[in-house]
């Protein structure tokens, strides 16, 4: 296959072990030219290794990885000019100025962006004299992402871009990100807010232990199984759903998936909502968040590995 025409990234059955932890468990995974795919999973659950191992910066233990058609670990010098990296927490010389990091990283790229034009564009603008270690959290993330992007990548990393920001700055970030689609960039980006996944992401793969349990796009992963739709709501635990089932109409399934969280699951009509709400007034109980629809990725991680993404 020509580079060209290669996807941006294709992992095959990446495996990486650190002594006794596995962070990394046979790894598929295929990020197309000029899409967006988001790599979702709780903390632990191998997202950074995976992508440090995309830019070289780590070797696996096993399995073939790609990136827009070269090997990172053998053919790191030809494929650092085109990719941008957004590595965790950022990092500069703590004494340096925003506008100077940004100008020195533009200085080593062949046909940088403007410095002054990207600061700006991601709300730096006043801050550009401003040393290093003085930038708010997520600040000090903007300029790492400025730094990222200067040099017009076609393909970038970005490892929870928007972690420690305020709303504000986020979307800021989710702008940008959008924009880099538009121009026809790859972005491989890691997360565990599903807000962002499902706002910037083509294609989501949620991880957990180092392992891919579901992908595809937001909306294939939330829609309802089998076409039923979910009524969902929170309660005291332990509530007698055999005769809250007794209740509703045949069909009908009633779980708790976690202590106190209720999912009723089947052809979930006005009636159905009615009568959930009357059996919960008649028992003496409130239901909360009541809500009746799509799952949200959270939903669909819990079920497929019983635990919340925040952990
Ligand atoms: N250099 C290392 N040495 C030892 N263990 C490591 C190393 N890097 C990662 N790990 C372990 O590998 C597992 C996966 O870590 P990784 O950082 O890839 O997860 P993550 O999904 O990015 O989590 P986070 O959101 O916290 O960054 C964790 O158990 C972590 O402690």
Known sequence: MSNADSPAVELRGLRKRFGGTVAVDGLDLRLERG??????????????????????FQRPDDGSVRVLGLDPAAQGEALRP????????GGAYPGVRADEMLRLVASCTADPLDPAWL?????????????????????????SLACALVGRPELVFLDE???????????????????????????LLTTHL????EALADRVVIVDHGRAVAEGTAAELTAPEDGLQELRFRSQS?????LLL?????????????AGEYVIRGVIDPQVVSTV???????????????????????????LTGRELRS
């Open 35 to 56: 899409h967006v795919l988001a790599l979702l999973g709780p903390n632990g659950a191998g997202k950074t290794t995976t992508v440090e191992i995309c830019e070289g």
């Open 82 to 89: 085109r990719i941008g990296v957004m590595p965790q927490g």
């Open 119 to 143: 600061l700006e564009t991601l709300g730096l603008g006043s801050v550009g004299r401003t040393p290093y270690k003085r930038l708010s959290g997520g600040q000090q993330q903007r300029l």
């Open 161 to 187: 871009p928007t972690a420690g920001m305020d709303p504000q700055a986020r979307r800021l970030v989710w702008e940008l990100v959008s924009a880099l689609r538009r121009d026809g960039v790859s972005v």
């Open 194 to 197: 599903m807000d962002e996944a």
């Open 238 to 242: 332990s509530l007698e759903l055999d």
């Open 246 to 258: 007794s209740a509703l109409p045949e069909g009908c399934q009633a779980t708790e998936p976690r």
């Open 277 to 303: 709400t009357a059996w919960c007034a008649r028992h003496g109980v409130l239901a909360q968040e009541l809500r009746v629809g799509k799952r949200s990725l959270e939903d669909v991680f819990l079920e």
